[in-house]
């Protein structure tokens, strides 16, 4: 596992690129679609040259960027298209977010929004793995608190929601000494969360401050104030990949604490929330397959549920 690194959400003098050709949804035709992207050390901010309808805020995985959002989700054209204007957060490499975080993240939100002429009338987060974690508990603070942006939505993709559940699924992932790959992250995700909260047998407790549910105990508390926000959570639970390549049971796997959490919050806030299972969906820009990718998202109908009115 890659060391965690803290980056400062930095705001410095932008650089504008403004007209770039992109192929339209015909395959046999090119449109020229004049963009405005504007890019900073925090994030990169396009916008549509048509009215803006919406602005969907985009958290990368753990170790992913901006470059990695566009490759792997294909989602820029035709979120322009529709007139939403896009924002692709250079904030990753976290699992959870301090106090502190919630507060720069959501300062430098209110300078994006001031500074480049958005409207915050409609307004969606979402993030791939770790990246929804932070998606989730950042929306749950724009809701809690007074604030320019308020989000409509929030969805996450494949997302580790359960650090406590993370760090039980380590422990068994070194106990059964199978994939190469699952060892070495395991074992760093024992040895950071250990060092931050403490064995969970006597500080159950700062795994529940820290994460976005805890199934252990049905904690939601972080999620506290979604009650008038629309939520999507999708996953794809392809048992039989998971199995086969790093021998890891449903338990195990990220879908298994998402789907635990959806029957949390739909008793909690009914129609607002949505479990997502896709299927045969999940393959990498490579080409290869893997369940915990952007791709099991379908953009079309996430675009519409964006820029629907309920």
Known sequence: ?????????????????????????????????ALDTIDTEAYELIKPSSEQKGILILFPGFPETPNTIKQEF???????????????????????????????????????????????ANVFIGGFSSGGNISLLLTNHLAETDNLIQPRGVFIIDSPVDLLGLYETAQRNIKRNASSISIQESAGIIQRFERDFGNPEDSLENYEIASVYTKKTNNIHNLAHLKDIKIRLYTEPNIQWW??????????????????????LIQKYGRNVKYIATKNRGYRANGKQHPHSWAIVEIDDLLKWILAKN
């Not at 692709?88 to 959870?96: D, E, G, I, S, T």
């Open 1 to 33: 596992m890659k060391p965690y690194y803290y980056c400062l959400l930095l705001l410095f003098s932008a650089c504008y690129n403004k007209v770039k050709e992109v192929p339209s949804f015909n395959p046999n035709k090119k449109i020229t679609i």
């Open 243 to 264: 199995q086969e390549n790093r021998q890891n049971d449903y338990e195990d796997m990220n879908a298994y604490y998402i789907k635990n959490l959806s029957d949390e």
């Open 74 to 120: 294909k989602i820029v054209q035709p979120a322009l298209k529709k007139g939403i204007a896009l924002v692709l957060m250079k904030f990753n490499q976290r699992l959870w977010l301090n106090t502190q975080e919630k507060f720069r993240l959501t300062a430098t939100f209110n300078q994006l929004f001031a500074n480049h002429d958005l409207d915050s």
